[in-house]
């Protein structure tokens, strides 16, 4: 999520997609990695392993966390909990909430805000009906939500990112030095929309095309880059399409219409939000099983908010 990002994102660095890379064999090994799959893993019990813990042993991991001003903090619980369970997400919904609890799990870890807004701010929800029935489930169930965004991005390389390229299958793709313009091998944009339906699970997407156009230069900004990063890439990287999450639709899709009205071959594929980053939430649960393995962690895919009729 881009929009009204936090301090920390205003480094346009800190939002690339791969970003900038540490040492490349560091890199191969996060993008090698056999992160598990699998939505659950039940391994031997650990004792008394706390929120905090865990948060910190995420954060060193990270160059240069944790960071000021991020939005990567506590939305309820405390540190000193004691982890039952882990739960990863996209969002920490009450849907999501009430699996957790039928889990046992009373550690939640979303990747996006769990109150309506960037930075989580709760003045102005205090007489919302729905915020506070979120908040009372939460409270009843001592259940810690540690929102982790700007520090999952903030790996190098970004490990969203290398979530999405894992379940695309296009790790071979990715090359260190174009970074989040990848070349594929050349598929028309009909059958390029196809695949990503089948490997994202994705109903439908919206796109700007012609079906038969040929696409092999792949620029992949998967959740809200903004407008104007969607577009500056575009004209400097030339990509014959950008996959991205989600547009603003009187910027990045009316450049692209114009685009090819003055004969540009190029196309866009707008994923959703969701469908983009969620690969992230199992990127964490391939992480929580190599370095917390005594604790049973569970990816839940929060499902669309939205439908098509």
Sequence with gaps: MNSNPSPINHNPDRRKFIGQLGALAGTAALLSAPFAADATTIAKPAENITVGQIID??????????????VDTLKSGNRDIVVTGIVTTMFATIGVI??????????????????????????????????????????????????????????????????LLKQLDWVSYYKPETG??????????????????????????????????????????????GG??????????????????????????????????????LSLIVLGHIASEEPGSEFMIGWLHQNVPGIKATHIHPGNSLQFM
């Design 228 to 265: 104007k990063r969607q577009i500056t890439e575009m004209s400097t990287k030339k990509p014959d399409v950008l996959i991205c999450g989600e547009i603003s639709e009187w910027e990045t899709a009316e450049y692209v219409r114009d685009a090819q009205a003055k004969g540009d071959k």
């Design 57 to 70: 042993l995420f954060m060193k991991q990270v160059p240069g966390a944790p960071f000021p001003n991020t």
């Design 180 to 225: 989040n313009l990848l070349s594929i091998p050349s598929t028309s944009l009909s059958a390029l929309i196809e695949t990503l339906k089948k490997k994202l699970k994705i109903e439908k997407v919206r796109y700007i095309g012609n079906p038969s156009q040929s696409c092999q230069k792949v620029l992949l900004l998967p959740g809200a880059a």
């Design 98 to 163: 009430e699996k957790a609890i039928s889990l046992g799990a009373n550690f939640i870890i979303a990747h996006e805000p769990t109150f309506y807004n960037h930075a989580d701010e709760t003045t102005w929800l205090a007489n919302d009906d729905v915020y506070q029935y979120k908040k009372q489930l939460l409270d009843k169930h001592n259940i810690a939500v540690w929102r982790n965004h700007d520090t999952i991005h903030s790996l190098k390389p970004d490990g969203v990112g290398i979530g």
